[in-house]
């Protein structure tokens, strides 16, 4: 497939897939264990039906909206994936420059291969900074005083990810950063041994994949690199990837409610919650404070066998009682997901794979067509329901599967 054919955004996963090192490619594609949330992440969307009214005029149709006190062109946003520049050169800042011109929000991980500075010196463009935290809570407060200097407007707090779910391809890939990449926004922090590990590695791993190429060199570069891994292995008790490894070193896995009080004392930014999957945990969040959830399963790369988050949305929005915005992600690949998500309450959604796959496959470009693609679908629906704005998308649009006896 050509990248100037691509007529919907599911499509440059293979244009991804062609160009990538396998072991990136499949640590941006695949989910944890079994990989039954990360197909469900999908087929739940085909069980959601369309209730459309006709005779409506859609001459003019609204997509814009409001998040977090931001106007923004559309409710599709950018939700936070690690190390972009695995992906593309310019990475983050080639997502961060797509976002802005489609008028949307992007962001950035705090696991990414750009830093808060870097993204923050593309221009102006609304931007949330994702958060980890780590042990180190020094290193926490740091990073989150920078991006809010940075002019960040929210921190989208993780709360599925005490630990890394078992990602099995990356097992198998003995997945490692590549050597010329940093995690920029923990540059300064001292991963210690960690850090000197995965950089044996990380060297041996670009020029095995390099060497195996030619027979000659294959023997013994397998075997150095062999060396290598089990070194890794003997230090960290570990036969994991680098980002299980360092989440395992590094998360700080006692993190708890009550933290969320730490965070507001560090950053006076609103804080979303996302990993958010029940409606217990959506009205303990409301009371600790937060000011958004975001249902995420994080992909279906944590704990597999959780439901499609377009399954669990309805009851977290019941929650809330309107008291404060739900947006979703997981799954979403059409303007027709959009549709569906917003009518089951959802303020907006965020697109994780879309962004690193089409970054692969075009950079900038990539990025902006498909967030094109998908206000376009997005609108087209939205006409074809006979809705001109996202206030006119109701629960009486869509018919699912749990509304039949
Ligand atoms: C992620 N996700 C993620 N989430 C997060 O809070 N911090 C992160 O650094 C990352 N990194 C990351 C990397 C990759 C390669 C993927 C695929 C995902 C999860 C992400 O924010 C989002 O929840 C999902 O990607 C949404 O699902 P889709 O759109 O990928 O199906």
């Given at each position: 497939m050509k990248k100037d054919m691509i007529t919907n955004v599911t499509e440059y996963e293979a244009i991804a897939k062609e160009k990538l090192p396998k072991m990136v490619y499949d640590f941006y594609a695949s989910g944890a264990e079994d990989q039954w949330t990360l197909k469900e992440n999908r087929n739940a969307f085909s069980r959601i039906l369309f209730q459309p009214r006709i005779?409506?005029?859609?001459s003019k149709i609204d997509l814009t909206t409001t998040v977090m006190g931001f106007k923004i062109s559309m409710p599709i946003m950018i939700a936070p994936t690690a190390m972009q520049k695995m992906a593309h050169p310019e990475g983050e800042l080639a997502t961060a420059r797509a976002a802005s011109a489609a008028g949307t929000i992007m962001t950035l991980s705090s696991?990414?291969?750009?830093s808060v500075e870097e993204v923050a010196s593309t221009g102006p463009g609304i931007r949330f900074f994702q958060l980890y935290v780590l042990k180190d809570r020094n290193v926490v407060a740091q990073v989150v005083r920078r991006a809010e200097k940075a002019g960040f407007k929210a921190i989208t707090l993780?709360?599925?990810?005490p630990i890394l779910g078992r990602r099995e391809a990356d097992i198998k890939n003995r997945f490692t950063l590549p050597?010329?990449?940093?995690?920029k926004n923990f540059e300064?922090?001292?991963?210690?041994k960690l850090n000197k590990v995965c950089d044996y590695i990380a060297t041996f791993h670009y020029w095995y994949e390099i060497l195996k190429s030619d027979e000659f060199f294959h023997y013994w570069s397998s075997y150095c690199y062999n060396c290598c891994y089990f070194l890794f292995e003997i230090t960290f008790q570990t036969s994991d990837s680098f980002a299980a490894s360092y989440a395992a070193e590094l998360?700080?896995?006692?993190?708890?409610?009550?933290d969320i009080k730490w965070i507001q004392t560090i950053t006076s930014l609103p804080i979303l919650l996302k990993g958010v999957l029940t409606p217990e945990d959506t009205m303990i969040a409301i009371q600790a404070g937060a000011a958004g959830i975001i249902v995420s399963n994080h992909g279906a790369r944590q704990?597999?066998?959780?439901?499609?988050t377009i399954m669990a949305l309805e009851e977290v929005v019941k929650a809330t009682q309107g008291r404060i915005p739900v947006f979703l992600d997981g799954g979403i690949r059409r303007g027709t997901d959009v549709f569906k998500a917003l009518a089951l309450g959802a303020a907006g959604v965020f697109i994780g794979r879309p962004v690193v796959f089409s970054l692969a496959a075009d950079g900038e470009a990539g990025v902006r067509k498909v967030l094109q693609m998908l206000r376009d679908e997005f609108e087209l629906t939205m006409a074809l329901s006979g809705?001109?704005?996202?206030?006119?998308?109701?629960?009486?649009h869509v018919l699912t599967e749990w509304d039949r006896p």
């Open positions: 005779l409506i005029d859609v696991t990414a291969t750009s993780t709360v599925d990810s050597p010329n990449l940093v995690l300064g922090l001292d991963l210690g998360y700080d896995r006692s993190l708890n409610w009550k704990l597999d066998y959780v439901p499609a809705c001109r704005s996202l206030k006119e998308i109701t629960r009486d």
